[in-house]
């Protein structure tokens, strides 16, 4: 449970450094994103989680 929670941190700690360090940066590209079709931010967000299940496990097999 406490590394579940370190994790969910971390995502805190880096998904809010974007808005916190660059807010007109980060409206420009929520905006651009959300332009993209439904299929481009399927592959996306597919990519993110195998990257991060591909880090994860890197990471619990040491």
């Excluded at 929520?30 to 299940?53: N, T």
Aim: no cysteine.
């Amino acid at each position: 449970m406490k590394s579940l929670l370190i994790g969910f941190g971390l995502m805190l700690l880096f998904e809010g450094l974007g808005p916190l360090l660059f807010p007109r940066l980060w409206q420009r590209v929520l905006r651009q994103i959300g332009g993209w079709p439904a299929a481009s931010l399927h592959r996306l967000g597919g990519a993110l989680v195998v990257s991060g299940l591909v880090i994860l496990w890197m990471v619990m097999r040491e």
